[in-house]
């Protein structure tokens, strides 16, 4: 049974909005699809400043708009690198890591995938607000991510026990 008629019931109903990136080049070619929740496209809009309080601003906001972008056009991702199944791993709660090269702040985000090369993103959080793995604030921001799948229709995620590949393309990873 296709998952797709009900995400695109969510996308009709504004719960869930594809992020398109706006600053392409003429041969851009999106190869994955991100879908985010009202959230977080309040948090990281494709252009101008984020309107909510607790919304990327700066650097982190553009680094996270480019690496988006890679994201979508299919550039390749590194398992525990640049995306990381979080425990515990029967939840199938990613984070997509916003890494900065020069240092600044970085940046998670939170989701899952719910088909192949189709990453859900719920909301966001600066890496430093985290704290240690395993910390309340981990467990705070998993816990959301899985309400807000349970507040889309319990909306299916890929089998966290598969190989990355299974779901992703264009990923590298030491298994």
Known sequence: MSILPHIKQLIDAGKLIPYAPTDTCNDFRAVRTILFSEEMMAMCPPTGPSPVKNGLSGKPLATARALLEDFVGGAELEEDIDVKLLDPE?????????????????????????????????????????????????KQNIDKCKKKRVKFGNLPMCNPHLNIKSYLSNVVGSW
């Open 90 to 138: 029967a939840d199938g709660v990613w984070e997509l890591r916003i890494v900065p090269e020069n240092q600044d702040r970085q940046v998670r985000f939170f989701g899952w995938f719910d088909s192949y090369d189709c990453f859900v993103v719920t909301h966001c959080e600066y890496r430093d607000v985290l704290g240690d793995r395993g910390s309340k604030e981990w």
